[in-house]
DNA sequence: TCAAATCCTTTCAATAATCAAGTGAAACAG
DNA sequence: CTGTTTCACTTGATTATTGAAAGGATTTGA
């Protein structure tokens, strides 16, 4: 299904998805558009799901990252997924896991403040536990 | 420092990175020059760290999808941050976090079988407790 | 052996990006 | 009030890329 070439473009679009198709096609041996057809085609298999970028969330002003653990009270979650949906600035990813917490809730807040007002009102719905993120390695 | 017009270049660029400037420009009301020197301001700012793509992991036979939470045993986490080392094809991120843990690490597998044996190497650095993620909201 | 399919290349017209020059508005000093 | 600087943008010419069509090489199967 997928050769070489294709796990190679892949990893290309990965580190630069705004590369020529010309470009990328040097760097796969294949001329542009080759290249292009190959894309054209992990596109249409759904193997590139979009484009996008890495934006820097320190210098937009969401310096703060947290991961919650939600451990939900009731077996109704509606009231806790609705609150997420009316807080998009904020939550970056609502994981539903197994293990200990029923939810992992990943979060970039701008200032301490605002994560206390969202636990504040998050408290209201859920038990939660709170991971800062200090650092990436 | 960052006006509207350059929050929603960088909106549509998040949804699509491989638009060209000139539609870029039609999106934001600029020509495509405007929004060219815009982007590659954001650029000089680091506010965009870089081009990538959305890949579709369980399309690329990474199925399963963990987070494992880490306690380390000793003090010196060097022999469990270099084995991470080794497994850059199924480590995505190892957050180092406040709370309970020391560590949140975040993982993509082929299986449960690779994920089994992931874990017992694991175990032979540190302590964990393992999630897995059933879904995402 | 032939036909179809696949994947690639080449060519060329249409389109987009880039560069240089120029416009107009705002800020500011004289 | 006037002249100058700066900034963000536009325009127009040049260069580069994209996309479509045609064709070549290789593989597959009747």
Known sequence: MLDST?????DELTKNSRITMKELGEKVHLTGQAASTRVAKLEDQGIIEGYTINVNQMKMGYGVHAIIHIFTKTTNHQPYLSFLKKQKDIVRNNFKVSGES??????RFPSNESLDEFLTNLS??????LSIIINKY
């Open 6 to 10: 294709d796990l190679q473009i892949i």
């Open 124 to 129: 209201n719905y859920v038990s939660y536990k």
């Open 102 to 107: 029923c939810y992992l809730l990943e979060c």
